[in-house]
């Protein structure tokens, strides 16, 4: 998996917890919740479905590592493809 | 022996959204529940064909949708509901009545403030700062010390009929204490009353459990109605099993109980809280549901939703020495909300008022009979007096009664004294000495539908999701 497909997968998700956000223009390397409405339930939300749909285990000392798009793709990257 | 991950005691509020966000990732999720009906404090049921809310007047916490940090919206998010499906129609209008004053409010709270300077021209200075307390507490802190609300309001309103006028509705829509709440409790209520709003499902309270308890299939969980736990087995601090009312036993890795804090800690096998906390709450309810041949509009009754009246010279939210208090009460008509789908046919008035738990209970069953129609009456001619004059006859126009007490709620819900605000103190984290039971609902701090809701989510994404 490259990065902008692991930045695809964190945007789909975000797509479905938070349907009524704006998704096409989110900057990647700004903040997540600097530029959407999301609160620390969101974040919980995004560890779990990545859990659930991926497989893939964020502990929760790691979730600063979601800060934003770019972030998220540097970290969670490895994990996606460590699991092929 | 079945073995889930969670078991949840309650098919309430707080037990489906929490059973929802469970199952959602994965839990193996089952929802026990005494009752045959689901809904717990908010359920339904139906007489005569008729169908009845037991005691929805409106949901509390009613913003638009762009407000994403406001309770309802996070909640849809947190269960993936779709606000459409809600079917939400937005209160016409309500109003707080006193004998000497008159305050009308809606979802605009410009309107408030503007009936506030005209009732209280030299108090609308101070109700603004109100605000801006009430807008700078964090209520997102689990734990916050007790502060007497009622000093926080005296520091900013100095006359005890506006300061009576405030409290009066967010007593009635979830105080579990007596004359004073916690200002964190009031800054919850306000907010849901005041800078939010009132609203309604066209067909009440039905239409969102059906909603919940599909969105709970939908995710794979589990639920057994008829089916209460009798009791909960405890070794070293650990909940071991649970004993169903059957004898059945079942195994759970976590438990979350809806069922309250003294009625949970009754259910386990050892006593884990003593006797200061123990004690059920002190307020308990009437309520007398009337039902007219024609809408309420035919009445001549205005745009009033709900109307929180008092007649007394004070306002008093206590328990009262009689059985019922016929000083003050809030009087709903679920015709005048907003709806788009339909109108009512049928006119219905709903009148709450305090109640004496111990006085209802100790009546044998003959005697209840003719106390409850004894009071039905009482209740009615003091509600009566807040509403519009009419020339038709009330009594003449009513097709249906039905009336609830104290001894009905704790009949159906098993909460002790019928006390549907729960204890006095609420117990935040949810956290209990058994390691793996928590509370959730009621006595975990949140009240309401949207509040219950919440608080569901919070205790399960805080104590069986991670």
């Not at chain 2, 309650?10 to 037990?15: D, K, Q, V, Y």
């Not at chain 2, 709450?281 to 041949?293: A, H, P, Q, V």
């Amino acid at each position: 998996m490259s990065k902008d497909e692991c930045k695809q997968v964190v945007l789909d998700i975000i797509a479905e917890i938070a349907p009524d956000e704006e998704l096409s223009d989110v900057k990647p390397d700004v903040a997540l919740r600097e530029q959407l409405d999301l609160d620390s339930m969101d974040f919980l939300d995004i560890v779990m479905e990545l859990r659930k749909k991926h497989g893939i285990e964020v502990p929760e000392s790691e979730y600063g590592e979601l800060v934003s798009l770019d972030s998220c793709a540097e970290y969670l990257t490895p994990k996606f493809n460590a699991l092929v | 022996m079945d073995k889930y991950d969670v078991a949840i005691i309650g098919a309430g509020m707080s037990g489906i959204a929490a059973g929802i966000r469970l199952a959602h990732f994965g839990k193996k999720v089952c929802i026990f529940e005494r009752h045959y009906a689901p809904g717990g404090l908010n359920s339904f049921y139906a007489l005569d064909g008729r169908k009845y809310d037991v005691g929805l007047h409106a949901m509390t916490n009613f913003v638009k949708p762009g407000i994403k940090a406001a309770p309802l919206n996070r909640i849809l998010r947190q269960l993936r509901i779709r606000r459409e499906d809600l079917n939400l129609s937005e209160q016409k209008r309500s109003r707080i009545a006193f004998r000497e004053a008159d305050l009308k409010f809606s979802n605009d709270f410009e309107l408030l403030l503007s009936e506030i300077d005209r009732e209280f021209p030299d108090q609308v200075d101070g109700f603004r700062e109100l605000v801006e307390d009430v807008k700078s507490f964090d209520d997102s802190r689990i734990d916050y010390p007790y502060e007497s609300a009622r000093k926080r309001v005296q520091a900013r309103i100095a006359n005890s009929l506006l300061e009576d006028m405030i409290f009066c509705p967010l007593m009635y829509y979830g105080s579990s204490t007596e004359e004073d709440m916690d200002f964190g409790q009031f800054v919850v209520m306000f907010k849901s009353i005041f800078l939010e709003g009132f609203a309604r499902p066209f067909d009440g309270i039905r239409g969102i459990i059906k909603l919940l308890l599909k969105r709970y299939r939908e995710v794979g969980g589990i639920r057994r109605m008829n089916t209460g736990i009798a009791k909960i087995e405890v070794v070293d601090g650990r909940a071991e099993k649970l004993i169903l009312d059957s004898g059945e036993e079942v195994e759970a890795n976590v438990i979350l109980s809806s069922a309250g804090l003294p009625e949970t800690n009754a259910l386990c096998s050892e006593d884990w809280l003593g006797d200061s906390d123990a004690q059920p709450g002190t307020l308990s309810f009437t309520e007398t549901i009337s039902t007219f041949g024609k809408p309420m509009k035919d009445f001549g009754w205005g745009e009033d939703a709900i109307v929180f009246f008092n007649g007394a010279e004070r306002f008093h939210y206590r328990c009262p020495e009689n059985a019922v208090d016929l000083e003050s009460g809030v009087i709903c008509v679920p015709d005048n909300f907003d709806y788009t789908e339909s109108e009512f046919s049928e006119g219905i008035v709903r009148v709450t008022c305090l109640a004496n738990y111990d006085l209802w209970k100790s009546y044998p069953e003959f005697k209840y009979r003719e106390e409850k129609e004894a009071w039905r009456q009482r209740i009615w001619k003091s509600a009566k007096s807040f509403m519009p004059e009419t020339s038709l006859d009330y009594s003449k126009e009513r097709i249906a009664f039905d009336m609830f007490t104290p001894t009905t709620v704790e009949r159906y819900t098993w909460r002790k004294r019928g006390a549907i605000y729960g204890s006095a103190k609420k117990h935040r984290t949810g956290v209990t000495p058994i390691s793996n039971l928590f509370l959730c609902g009621t006595d975990q701090g949140f009240l309401g539908i949207v509040g219950s809701m919440l608080s569901g989510i919070a205790m399960a994404n805080a104590h069986a999701l991670r």
